[in-house]
């Protein structure tokens, strides 16, 4: 499903934030990209999503080569995954229900539709009962909820979360993994980036260790 | 059907979340659009009047020497069927004179001197009304000057030169006051796009990363820039008419133009499309400007 090849990347001056990165990723795998910060977790996520492209390298998604790919495609594929973040990226002066129907609105779905999905995907996290309340009435963890909400209403092949939980406490930290865990086993391939020990600890999934830049271990 | 419902939505919610900048983009294009708007309806106007003012102007045609009465009314009868001309008068070497005398009046006597008549014969033409600019008395002196018989023309040809000129000065000055004004709203409606964009650069960020086309993101800022350019084109046209208002019946009553029997009017309705349309391209202009750049970056 995911298969990188010798991929690099660098900025001008500075040292290579990637180097040499090979990683095959399987359909349907749950896996956690971890190393100290600055190790290239999140340059890796915003390569996997084409918010940039490698300087060197193959990024090949259900075939599809990103490194190659013309910026007028990048939305198409965007439509086919999922990306969650540390700081939730949430419209505030929008309601729960209206951040989470955006996902489906820039595909131009009807409403009826829209109004569908949006609630059936707020109820399995948990907010159906919050959708018309705003971000800032909700607690981190709900916060968070909203925006994985938002990443999977399309259902889409792969979900991407960088530090996910980076922001919550440990009770939270657990509610939002276990949700994240439920996404995958509805056959959605779930990445997630973090430096958490606890979280690797916690759930014995798969591990890529990056350091510097490149792949130190693959467990 | 429901995408241009959506996409109205945003732009409604862009102007709504930064209503000073908006209103400041607005009043710009109004600014430029009321300086067009005015010269448009100074020029109109001036145009009208000297189309009214033709029917005062005639062309006098002089005739040669020693012609004979039919071939004067042959002259006559050609010079009535031009479609501009109303009325043709025939003034004979007499009649001239004795105007003269008349015109002289107490200092008729130096003409006691002369052994002869010195004035020609001629045909006083005076032009249908309305159908009488400029143009169309220069073009009646010409053909009636082609006319067999016909020694000289006069027309007040400076007077028409002169006005002419003003009339490309007036028009030259507007399109130059009104197209640099129009390229320095654009700019302003650039730069305020550009801090709509910036304000709203995470829910672009959002947008992008749920997979939105580029022409999603950027048509909502495309229909601001347009509805700010007309509710501009909108407020220039709401000043002008008011200003149209107050000082119409002034001028009216006033003397020079009520000599010259002179009807005011407003722009007319091509006009005013033409301005909320200028209004618009501005609009649209500007925020392709700085979204252009937001695709960039």
Same mark, same amino acid.
């Given at each position: ?61 259900? *075939? ?61 996290? *948990? ?13 981190? *963890? ?44 509805? *056959? ?32 | ?42 020029? %109109? ?45 025939? #003034?004979?070497?007499?009649? &001239? ?9 107490? %200092? ?15 045909? $006083? ?24 018989? #016909? ?5 007040? $040809?400076?007077?028409?030169? %002169? ?62 820039? #347009?509805? %700010? ?17 107050? #000082? ?39 925020? &392709? ?9």
């Amino acid at each position: 499903m995911i298969q990188i090849s010798n991929v690099s990347k660098s900025y001008a001056r500075d040292a290579a934030a990637l180097a040499g990165v090979n990683l095959q990723i399987g359909k349907g795998e749950f896996v956690f990209l971890t190393g100290a910060s600055g190790a290239g977790k999140s340059t890796l996520l915003r390569l996997l999503f084409g918010a940039e492209k490698p300087t060197e390298g193959q990024i090949l998604i259900n *075939g599809r080569n990103l490194s190659r790919m013309r910026a007028s495609h990048i939305p198409e594929l965007r439509r086919r995954i999922g990306v969650v973040f540390q700081d939730f990226k949430l419209l505030k002066d929008r309601t729960v229900f209206e951040n989470v129907a955006v996902a489906l609105e820039v595909l131009g779905q009807p409403r009826v539709i829209v109004q569908q999905k949006v609630w059936r995907v707020l109820k399995s996290v *948990g907010l159906a009962h919050k959708m018309h309340g705003h971000p800032l009435m909700l607690s981190g *963890g709900e916060q968070q909820r909203v925006a994985i909400a938002r990443a999977i209403v399309n259902e889409p092949d792969i979900l991407f979360a960088d530090e996910p939980t980076g922001n919550l406490d440990p009770d939270l930290t657990i509610e939002i993994m276990k949700l994240l865990q439920q996404v995958n086993a509805r *056959g959605t391939t779930v990445i997630i980036a973090t430096h958490d020990p606890e979280l690797l600890r916690r759930f014995n999934k798969r591990q890529v260790v990056l350091d510097r830049g490149r792949v130190v271990a693959d467990l | 059907m429901h995408r241009i419902v959506y996409f109205l939505k945003r732009a409604f919610r862009g102007i709504r979340g930064n209503p000073t900048v908006s209103l400041l983009s607005v009043i710009t294009i109004a600014v430029s659009l009321l300086t067009l708007g005015a010269f448009l309806l100074l020029y %109109q106007n001036l145009r009208a009047s000297a189309a009214t003012w033709g029917g005062d102007v005639q062309v006098v045609a002089y005739l040669a020497e020693g012609m004979a009465p039919d071939e004067v009314n042959r002259l006559l009868e050609s010079i009535s069927g031009l479609p501009e001309v109303s009325a043709v008068k025939y #003034v004979s070497r007499e009649d &001239a004179l004795a105007r003269f005398r008349r015109d002289l009046g107490g %200092q008729a006597g130096v003409l006691e001197g002369l052994s002869r008549n010195p004035l020609p014969a001629s045909l $006083e033409v005076t032009l249908r009304e309305g159908g009488a600019g400029p143009t169309a008395v220069r073009t009646v002196a010409g053909r009636v000057r082609g006319i067999g018989g #016909v020694e000289d023309v006069q027309y007040g $040809e400076e007077w028409i030169a %002169q006005y002419g000129a003003f009339m490309n000065f007036l028009r030259i000055l507007g399109l130059l006051l009104g197209g640099f004004l129009l390229a320095g709203s654009s700019l302003v409606v650039a730069n305020t796009i550009r801090l709509a964009v910036y304000a709203r650069r995470e829910e672009l960020e959002i947008l992008s990363l749920v997979g939105a086309s580029k022409p999603f993101v950027r048509i909502p800022f495309l229909i601001e820039g #347009v509805l %700010q350019g007309i509710l501009g084109g909108a407020l220039a046209l709401a000043i002008l008419y008011g200003a149209y208002r107050t #000082v119409e019946p002034r001028l009216s009553k006033s003397l020079l133009l009520a000599a010259g029997h002179l009807d005011l009017a407003f722009l007319p309705a091509e006009a005013v499309l033409a301005l909320l349309g200028v209004g618009a391209a501005v609009g649209l202009i500007g925020s &392709a400007l700085s979204v252009g750049r937001f695709g960039r970056s």
